[in-house]
């Protein structure tokens, strides 16, 4: 099955700087790849995806970058505000309509220091 | 809430004792999915249904129960034989015909054993 590598587990920058959060996956054949972000005691929320068809995508602040042939994908978060600060969860899905699943990182705790 | 609802969010079960925890969603989406999430393990997969009346154990199945005999709901039982039950379940819904691929969550119950 697929196994996802997540790194750092923590995080910790100043408010203004940039973060990135980088991802590993080892099915070739995943081709979904989400990130969610977590606010203490709430649910996940997707931010950001990319298709496996895309090499980089970006919304606003945040942007996401695959590198398929290493099987590779970095969140990175500019301009850091107290407000990002959460644990984010990457994520590999592969399958068609019929049939999917996501399998999640370990999560990295972002802390933004103001 | 985001059209899927977990209740309740928080329960306590005694020794041998069984449990059930209620997902409901009402965005007519094909897909079900439950989780369990641990500190620092990030979120892992109990049991997923892509379809009514079917369903497929996930990556850590032993020790829980689920159903799918409606569209809308995917219970899941935690019973007895789950050794170390505690920890924080949440409740997933995806459309298997829209993009984006990504889940919606549902807000969680965190279940303590006592």
């Known amino acids: 099955g697929e196994n996802v590598e997540q790194h750092p587990s923590t995080l910790s920058v100043q408010e203004g700087d940039s973060a990135v959060i980088k991802c590993t996956y080892s099915?070739?054949?995943?081709?979904?790849f989400p990130w969610y972000k977590q606010e203490l005691g709430k649910r996940p929320q997707l931010i950001i995806d990319i298709r496996s068809n895309v090499g980089e995508k970006k919304d606003q602040r945040i942007a996401v970058t695959l590198n398929k042939t290493a099987k590779h994908f970095s969140l990175h978060i500019t301009e850091t505000q107290p407000e990002d600060s959460a644990v984010y969860f990457c994520?590999?899905?592969?399958?068609?309509?019929?049939?999917?699943?996501?399998?999640f990182g370990k999560g990295t705790k972002l802390s933004v220091i103001p | 809430d985001g059209g899927i609802t977990q209740s309740p969010k928080y329960l306590f079960r005694k020794e041998g004792q069984n449990v059930t925890l209620s997902c409901e969603q009402n965005l007519n989406h094909d897909a079900m999915y439950w989780y369990r999430q641990d500190p620092g393990q990030g979120l892992r997969l109990i049991y997923y249904s892509q379809i009514v009346n079917d369903f497929q154990k996930g990556d850590i199945a032993e020790g829980y129960s689920v159903s799918r005999e409606k569209k809308e709901s995917f219970p899941l039982t935690v019973t007895s034989a789950q050794k170390n039950p505690t920890a924080f379940y949440l409740c997933a819904s995806r459309s298997k015909s829209s993009s984006p691929y990504g889940y919606t969550f549902g807000s969680g119950t965190r279940l303590t054993v006592v």
């Open positions: 099915d070739s054949a995943s081709n979904y």
């Open positions: 994520a590999a899905g592969r399958g068609g309509a019929g049939s999917y699943q996501l399998t």
